[in-house]
Each structure stands twice: as structure tokens, then as C-alpha cells.
């Protein structure tokens, strides 16, 4: 679906996926990188150093890896004063890529 190259039609899908989940994940900012041509999500409450940030090239992707970044660190940092948003539902069971392989 994305590619580094101008695409308008990914373009508009990419600022489509932000307008639609952003609302839906508040903890969150969502962006859309033409210049990558992927999506990108930073964490906004309290999180290690470095932040966290996901990045992904397809919206199914972003929401997956989401999920497993939040996972790992729960698991990993059980006593830690990490703020716990909450899972993303659509996105616990993995879900096929949709625009191809890669």
C-alpha cells in the first residue's frame, strides 16, 4: 500500500487511518509520514526514557506492533511507573497485511 514514492491514493489512506483511530486512541499521537510513507504513533502519558514510539507501513501493522510494544513492556518492568494505556482490541489477534508482501 505504502511506498517511499509520491502516491496520492497512499497518502490519503495514511491521513484516513489517523482521522479514524486517532479520536479512538487518546493515550496516542498518530501521524501519517509522507516522507516515509508509513505511519507512526508516540506514546503522549508517561513512558521510559526514550519515549515509545511505534512505527509501521500498514495501519493492521501499526495497531499489531502497538500492542506487542505495550506487552513487552508491561512484562518486562511489572513494578514500573509506566502509565498503562489500554490494549487496542482490533488489534490483539494478528491480522493478514493487507497491499501486498513485505
Known amino acids: 500500500m505504502y511506498s517511499r514514492h ?4 497512499a497518502d490519503a489512506a ?5 482521522r479514524q483511530w486517532q479520536p479512538r486512541m487518546p ?4 501521524m501519517y509520514s509522507r516522507h516515509q510513507r ?6 503522549a502519558g508517561k513512558c521510559p526514557p526514550g519515549g ?3 512505527e509501521a507501513a500498514f495501519p493492521d501493522e501499526l495497531l499489531q ?3 506487542e510494544r505495550l506487552v513487552d513492556l508491561w512484562t518486562s518492568t511489572p513494578t514500573s511507573p509506566v502509565q498503562a494505556p489500554a490494549l487496542v482490541p ?4 494478528p491480522a493478514p ?6
Open 38 to 43: 508509513g505511519l507512526v504513533a508516540f506514546f
Open 90 to 93: 482490533e488489534a490483539v489477534s
Open 97 to 102: 497485511r493487507r497491499g501486498g508482501s513485505g
Open 52 to 54: 515509545l514510539v511505534v
Open 27 to 30: 493515550n496516542w499521537l498518530l
Open 6 to 9: 509520491a502516491d496520492a491514493a
Open 65 to 67: 506492533r502497538i500492542n
Open 14 to 18: 495514511g491521513a484516513a487511518f489517523v
